[in-house]
């Protein structure tokens, strides 16, 4: 009686296993082999992008341009301008000869910048010394805590498009990941740098 409930239950088992090792053996027969495939490629520095339509984004990474200014770098992309006044400090963008509030929108880490700055002209007379007193929208930002600039051309979505007719200009500053590799602990970002006071 015990033999013939497990011949029961086993029997059905094998069946099905011995029917599906046959349906595998017949799958494995029609499988074709492919040639090696090589695939060849070539790593493209983001440096050298330049704008293809007219709202495209271009990228400029500061820290592998450590010893170009903030001038150089925004320079470099097409299109791209700044006029940093040397009494306030402030750096304004201009993208395609446009600049100012409602023209480009300039942002630090996601958040636009608005600030309008007037500076005196040093002591000299208004048209007499050649520099006169100046004001105009800017951003105030060290160069050394930056690590990339996106440019945007045209319309953006997001903070980026809002009131920005001719595009926007995101500086993203220092952030942890920039200093502490994957798996260390402690991470040092050193620069040295030296200068004068000369305007």
């Given at each position: 009686m015990k033999f013939n409930i497990i011949t029961r239950i086993l029997f059905p088992v094998l069946c099905m296993g011995g029917s599906q090792t046959a349906l595998a053996e017949e799958k494995a027969k029609n499988i074709a082999e492919l040639d090696t495939v090589t695939v060849y490629g070539t790593v493209e520095n983001p440096n050298f992008e330049n704008f293809s339509k007219a709202g495209s984004v271009s990228s400029r990474a500061m820290n592998?341009?450590?010893?170009?200014s903030?001038?150089?770098?925004?320079?470099?992309?097409?299109?791209?301008?700044?006029?940093?006044d040397p009494?306030?400090?402030g750096v304004s963008v201009n993208i395609r000869n446009m600049s100012g509030l409602g023209r480009v929108n300039t942002l630090?880490?996601?958040v636009p910048q608005?600030?309008?700055?007037?500076?005196?002209n040093g002591g000299g007379k208004f048209h007499t010394d050649g520099n006169g007193p100046m004001s105009q929208f800017s951003t105030l930002i060290d160069q050394n805590f930056l690590t990339r600039v996106d440019i945007a051309k045209?319309?953006?979505?997001?903070?980026?498009?809002?009131?920005?007719l001719a595009g926007s200009a995101n500086f993203k500053t220092i952030d942890v990941e920039d200093i502490l590799l994957e798996q260390h602990k402690?991470?040092?970002?050193?620069?040295?740098?030296?200068?004068?006071?000369?305007?």
């Open positions: 592998v341009n450590a010893m170009q903030l001038d150089s770098i925004v320079r470099s992309v097409a299109g791209g301008y700044t006029q940093i009494g306030q400090g630090v880490d996601g608005t600030q309008l700055g007037t500076s005196a045209g319309y953006n979505n997001g903070a980026a498009g809002l009131n920005a402690v991470g040092v970002l050193s620069r040295f740098n030296y200068g004068n006071n000369d305007l």
